[in-house]
């Protein structure tokens, strides 16, 4: 079952690899982005309209335009410590700006939504693997910005008729299997891209954030979860919408957790170079474990990742960046 998805955030790095596994899937695609954050030469599988989702005029036009089946919503600012010291901008945009939207999409009769929401709306787990009854208190203005949405959905839900999927990711990971689209973020905060940025741009070392907590080697593990698997979840929740069903939750995650030094020995592993690294302290609020379980996904969706070994993730990542090294950063490019 296809038809045609808008895609706010589409031009971001989870969104674009989405809008690839959309059109390879039937859909037809358009992504509605205002590429403050996001890449022109990332919108490859479908139109790019230009606009922001705080602006209702821009998306009342896009509606009309496009007369989407379904909205597929990433447009999100996503650094948990920027949404520290600038907690305001964080809930214009993802939590105001959503609700722009959804009026938006009520007016005109649009009433399918994927929500790319995160593990961070549970905050510190008590523990894991966790699953979408865990309890959710977030411990940052990000985690909130998207709880809020979560809790939003479920009112319009109840009052207007509208049917979400709301996806809590863990870490995703990795980049297309052709390379055509990947990981780019100014700045770069993500630890699998920095780990190869340590061996790509001289003079540059990772830094690992604390090696006293209570796992395996010291440092924090994390679900980590190939990106193309992340959207074929998305795909799955479209078709699953498509079909008539009704607004669920679901995590999406390996139920296997890595550490930053298991990371960091993969890709040294796949690169066949060491990465260069110092020890630093912990940074605040960093849980020493954060691992989903997705038997949910599995039952209802039935998504199992297929990708998601962390060589692989390495491997289509460190493809991605060596493209990369010699492309100049030009922001909206």
């Not at 006293?212 to 440092?219: L, P």
């Not at 298991?262 to 849980?287: L, M, N, Q, Y």
Request: glycine share 10%; proline share 4%.
């Amino acid at each position: 079952m296809t038809g045609t998805v808008l895609v706010t955030g589409g031009a971001g790095y989870v969104g674009s690899h989405c809008c690839k596994a959309f059109r390879d899937a039937g859909w037809e695609v358009v992504v509605f982005d205002n590429l403050s954050r996001g890449w022109r030469d990332l919108v490859q599988f479908g139109d790019l309209i230009e606009g922001d989702i705080n602006d209702r005029a821009a998306l009342d036009r896009a509606m009309a335009e496009v007369k989407p089946d379904a909205v597929a919503h990433f447009a999100a600012y996503g650094y948990v410590g920027e949404s520290v010291s600038n907690p305001g901008m964080y809930y214009r945009n993802n939590t105001m700006g959503t609700m722009t939207l959804l009026d938006a999409m009520m007016a005109a009769g649009v009433d399918k939504l994927i929500f790319s929401s995160t593990c961070a709306t549970y905050g510190i787990p008590d523990k894991v693997p966790m699953t979408e009854e865990t309890p959710q208190s977030p411990i940052n203005p990000y985690g909130w910005s998207k709880l809020f949405v979560e809790k939003i959905l479920d009112d319009y839900g109840h009052a207007y008729g509208l049917r979400s999927v709301k996806l809590r990711y863990f870490n995703a990971a990795g980049a297309d299997f052709d390379a055509e689209v990947g990981e780019r973020h100014e700045p770069e905060t993500h630890l699998i891209p920095l780990a190869i940025q340590g061996q790509l741009k001289d003079g540059f070392a990772l830094t690992v954030f604390g090696d006293d907590f209570d796992t395996r080697d010291g440092t924090c593990v994390r679900d980590y979860i190939h990106v193309m698997d992340l959207a074929d979840a998305h795909k799955r929740a479209l078709d699953y919408l498509q079909a008539g069903g009704e607004s669920n939750v679901f995590n999406l995650g390996t139920g296997t957790g890595t550490t930053v030094m298991e990371i960091v020995e993969a890709v040294e592993r796949v690169s066949g170079s060491s990465v260069e690294r110092s020890i630093g302290p912990r940074r605040a609020g960093d849980p020493p474990a954060l691992v989903a379980s997705a038997d949910k996904a599995r039952d209802v969706l039935g998504w199992v990742p297929q990708h998601s070994d962390i060589d692989t993730i390495i491997r289509t990542a460190w493809n991605w960046h060596q493209k990369e090294a010699n492309r100049p950063l030009v922001k909206g490019l």
